[in-house]
């Protein structure tokens, strides 16, 4: 096989150009390489030959480093198994950043160079950028890559996350009488905003059956079985739990669809206000919303330091924003336009007077607490087996992994027990009652 000098019209570059049988498709072909050393290119053309030996073999090959980074992320984001439409979106945003400024496979392969990239985009974004929309949407990205074919092994399958140097928010639980105004609050908004389907039912949904927010969204109507909401089994380390639901949220879920024309069993079992499908993101903000604005009902003072009619959803719209927004066209005359400037200047006083208060209940509660909660109720009146069950937690211990029979836990207890705490039926408050004192020696030492 002896090459040919060329030289690149276009570039200048200078290189060798090869007349070889492909393997793969058993037909002459070409291959220049642009090496200006025949030795060079000599090696660059039997390493050539030999990926394409391993693709006729159906082997793992070196091609993939060649591949330009937009291309992996494409194939990526299509080809892979990817728990959600919402997640799929999320990864495909976070990598088409690319922050790092990769532009071929090969570059991954460079770890020393991209935690070099990491540090300085660490002093700029922060380290909770670049452990989640960096480091963790790469390393997926690259395990996947790997188990196709597409890299001969997984270039980050070594590469260590930044160490926390801050630590990881702590989710907290709510208090009953806590989530109780939650929901009263999501009632008000509700009808403040003239919603057509309310917002409570999809929360109480979240809490009663334990489930990750995701996947009891994503549920359709037809997963609405007579006592709990049959969800998929899950994927990988991502288990899904029997969702068992009390009798009287089954009827309230029933009336809640009867609010609905004519609704087909494909549709999503819980809707927005406009009836379409839940975004997780849109659900997330909603969920925040009606969190200030319970935190401003239950700090609220008694006194109008104000003097005038201001609303409290105004000034928990105006702790979220960060500024003060008032619907309406703009006042024009002088004494309207004092009047608004008036209202601001008071929503504003007390937006900063109730911020620490609010920012302290809101604080630690996303909407995973939910997931959470459920679980901190539940323990008060069951055993681990059943909320486990409910909720889809799998243990790390040998005798849950290894013998565990689910045919013999009833989860059903678990969504019994929450509901019941919801309603006000059973306390978490535990009874002081004087115990018995119990004597160690036998009945003749007693007397």
């Given amino acids: 096989m002896t090459p040919k000098k060329v030289v690149c019209k276009k570039s200048g570059r200078k290189g060798f150009k090869y007349r070889y049988m492909d393997p793969v498709i058993r037909k002459r072909d070409f291959k220049t390489i642009y090496l200006s050393d025949v030795r060079d290119a000599n090696k660059a053309m039997q390493l050539f030959l030999e990926s394409r030996e391993k693709l006729k073999m159906g082997l793992p090959d070196n ?109 907290r639980a709510w208090q009953p009488d ?61 288990r899904n739990g029997m969702a068992t639901i009390p009798v009287e949220f089954r009827n309230q879920l029933s009336e809640y669809l009867q609010l609905r024309d004519k609704p087909d069993s494909k549709e999503t079992l819980f809707v927005t206000s406009t009836g379409k499908g839940i975004d997780l993101r849109n659900i997330q903000d909603l969920y925040e919303q009606i969190n200030t604005y319970t935190g401003v009902l239950r700090h609220w003072p008694e006194k109008d330091f104000a003097n005038l009619a201001v609303e409290p959803v105004e000034v928990a719209a105006a702790i979220r924003l960060g500024r003060v927004k008032i619907d309406g ?30 920012e302290r209940f809101t604080k630690g509660r996303p909407l995973y607490s939910l997931r959470m909660t459920h679980r901190m109720w539940a323990s008060r009146f069951v055993n681990g087996d059943c909320f486990r069950l409910q909720c889809g937690w799998s243990s790390k211990e040998i005798a849950d992994k290894n013998y565990f029979d689910p045919r013999l836990v009833d989860p059903w207890q678990s969504s019994k027990a929450v509901w019941e705490v919801l309603k006000g039926s059973k306390s978490l408050i535990a009874e002081n009652k004087p115990t018995a004192m119990i004597f160690a020696g036998s009945a003749e030492n007693v007397g």
């Avoid at 790469?138 to 196709?148: F, N, P, R």
């Avoid at 006042?331 to 900063?352: D, F, Y």
């Fill in 329 to 358: 066209a703009p006042p024009r005359s002088l004494e309207k336009i004092a009047k608004k400037n008036a209202r601001i200047e008071a929503i504003q006083r007390l937006a900063e007077m109730l911020r620490p208060d609010v």
């Fill in 178 to 238: 806590e989530l109780r105004s939650f929901l009263d609050a999501a009632d008000e908004l509700d009808q403040i905003h003239n919603r057509r389907f309310p917002s409570r039912i999809i929360f109480i949904g979240l809490l009663i059956t334990g489930n990750r927010p995701g996947v009891v969204l994503r549920a359709k109507i037809a997963d609405l079985d007579t006592n709990r909401l049959v969800l998929p089994s899950g994927s990988g380390k991502k």
């Fill in 63 to 171: 091609s993939g480093w060649q591949l330009l980074y937009a291309k992996i992320v494409e194939r990526f984001v299509k080809e892979s198994m990817i728990s959600s439409d919402a997640r799929r979106k999320c990864l495909r945003q976070y990598l088409d950043a690319n922050p790092l400024e990769l532009e071929v496979g090969a570059e991954l392969s460079q770890m020393g160079t991209l935690t070099q990239k990491c540090h300085a985009l660490m002093k700029t974004h922060g380290e909770g950028y670049v452990r989640k929309r960096v480091q963790q949407t790469l390393k997926q990205m690259t395990t996947w890559a790997a188990s196709v074919g597409i890299f001969p092994y997984d270039p980050l399958a070594t590469w260590k996350k930044f160490p926390r140097t801050v630590e990881a928010p702590k989710k």
